[in-house]
């Protein structure tokens, strides 16, 4: 159920994010819509590509001279909680952001209800409004022991359906809008999707929201990504998600994966990603220098580069020293035994033990056969047996028990 959880609110919460995070402009190459103009939104272009590169302290400076210029307007203090959220989530064993995350929002939303009182149109009220509440609830992804499954859900419902309400009254003063197209392309594809995907809440996802439409949402973010002017990283961010996790295009999600990548070269998300894509490619050298890269960062303890990441690196980095033609077994094993480290480091709860403990002692295994350490490799194979089975790792522990893995 918290997965279901995790899920939904990957399109519930941007729905009203994707709203708002950009100043808009329309389609009318005459006219132009601005949350903010002059110096302040100069500001904001400048500190939006420092916090996707992870410049944080950076684009922290850039956001709190926003503050100082126009301290009644909430775009400063929204964009100031959105560094903080993406703090948060490149350090999830790191709580100490939630706080401060929670008081910028707190902030944006009373500047902009401040001008909602004044003129309930007002454009930068209704956006940032919108996109406050939306994120109001998007940590809960992140802190999902905070809350059982069902008031996560019920929490994170409730927020994205308010923010719906401001995205719907913006597309009515900005229609045809790339950014708009954004939040609505998210809302289309995640509302078919989630429902899809799980049927227990396709009933509560019915009830609060209308039909979505999974192909006019991709249609509608493939737009936003080649035209938006400030949703473009966001909507190809997006896609690459669903291209991999979902569709199942992983050379769609290849190919942005490596764009985001290169555009924002110290981001661990886009890293991530390239890292995941190129393994699923089957693109051994890519992988290995894209993890080698993370891993040393992670040994600089660089910011948002943590244990997570070297265990990800240790392990991927491993799988390519199998990989390689001749494979290097000591030196796979070498990695293998310390992402497994990382891992019971980070998951000392055996109820809690991921994907990646299972896959890791299954490949050391693997590993020590290739190397003809069978003693050692029957032992890794065992205790696979007694860890979750994913990825039908159980099934290939069994295999290999009866018989040695060979390259």
Request: overall charge negative; some cysteine; proline content about 3%.
């Amino acid at each position: 159920m918290i997965a279901i959880a995790k899920n939904v609110w990957s399109f519930l919460s941007l729905t009203s994010l994707g709203a708002a995070m950009f100043v808009a402009a329309s389609s009318d190459a005459n006219a132009q819509w601005v949350l903010q103009a002059g110096e302040m939104d100069q500001q904001i272009h400048r500190g939006m590509p420092l916090m996707y590169n992870m410049d944080f302290a950076g684009a922290e400076r850039v956001f709190d001279s926003v503050i100082a210029e126009a301290p009644d307007h909430p775009a400063g203090y929204f964009y100031r909680a959105s560094v903080m959220f993406w703090r948060a989530i490149t350090n999830p064993d790191n709580t100490t952001y939630d706080q401060e995350y929670r008081k910028w929002l707190d902030t944006a939303i009373a500047k902009a209800d401040a001008m909602l009182d004044k003129n309930p149109k007002d454009i930068p009220g209704l956006f940032y409004k919108g996109a406050a509440i939306g994120m109001r609830a998007r940590i809960y992804e992140y802190r999902v022991s905070a809350l059982d499954a069902f008031d996560i859900v019920q929490l994170i419902l409730g927020d994205a359906k308010k923010g719906v309400d401001y995205l719907n009254q913006l597309e009515d003063i900005i229609p045809d809008n790339s950014d708009v197209l954004f939040g609505r392309g998210v809302y289309n594809y995640y509302v078919e999707s989630e429902k899809e995907q799980n049927p227990t809440l396709s009933s509560a996802i019915a009830a609060m929201f209308p039909v979505g439409n999974k192909l006019a949402g991709l249609q509608m973010l493939e737009m936003a990504a080649k035209n938006a002017v400030y949703a473009r990283i966001e909507a190809k961010f997006e896609l690459m998600h669903i291209y991999y996790a979902i569709e199942k295009r992983y050379q769609v999600a290849y190919a942005l994966a490596q764009e985001l990548a290169n555009a924002y070269p110290n981001n661990v998300q886009f890293i991530h990603y390239l890292g995941f894509c190129a393994v699923t490619e089957n693109n051994v050298p890519q992988y290995d220098s894209v993890y080698r890269v993370m891993l040393e960062r992670a040994r600089q303890r660089r910011d948002s580069y943590t244990i997570r990441q070297a265990r990800e690196a240790m392990y991927f980095i491993g799988l390519a020293q199998m990989k390689k033609a001749g494979g290097n077994m000591d030196t796979a094993v070498y990695y293998f035994y310390n992402s497994d480290l990382l891992s019971r480091t980070i998951e000392k709860d055996p109820s809690k033990f991921d994907w990646w403990l299972t896959s890791t002692e299954l490949s050391l295994g693997e590993a020590y056969d290739v190397r003809g350490n069978r003693r050692e490799a029957i032992q890794m194979y065992r205790r696979v047996l007694e860890l979750p089975d994913h990825n039908s790792a159980h099934s290939e522990a069994n295999k290999y028990l009866l018989a040695p893995y060979k390259r």
